[in-house]
């Protein structure tokens, strides 16, 4: 008689174990749904708002002057005297690694002119 209580005991055990696994395996698939559709909102409001930033007043060049290129850097802010390459961020994102070499390489003045002529 006991080993058939110990028996339904240890099977009642392993149906509960096996209903909580499934619905922790569940719920670690939502939580990682819910993260990916945090990010890509992220994203789409960085690209969204990236659209706007030129026209902010406290920008330190005049939005008319400005072209957006979108990739691998926002924009290009055309002064009388430089050229400013532009990238915006927001909250705390960071620049990807092209993004870094492109300021390096701007940093360093490596920088060119090409005049390119169509025949």
Do not use: H
Request: hydrophobic fraction near 50%.
């Amino acid at each position: 008689m006991l080993e058939l209580i110990l028996t339904l005991f240890v099977v009642l055990l392993a149906i509960l174990a096996f209903i909580f696994f499934r619905k922790a395996t569940a719920l670690e698939l939502r939580v990682e749904e819910l993260e990916f559709s945090k990010k890509s909102q992220s994203v789409k409001y960085g690209k969204m708002t990236e659209q706007f930033v030129p026209f902010i007043e406290d920008i330190p060049f005049n939005a008319e002057n400005f072209r957006f290129l979108g990739s691998p850097i926002d924009g290009v802010a055309f002064n009388e005297d430089s050229i400013i390459f532009c990238e915006f961020k927001a909250a705390n994102s960071t620049l990807s690694p092209l993004q870094q070499k492109i300021k390096g390489l701007v940093n360093q003045k490596k920088i060119e002119w090409l005049e390119f002529r169509i025949r």
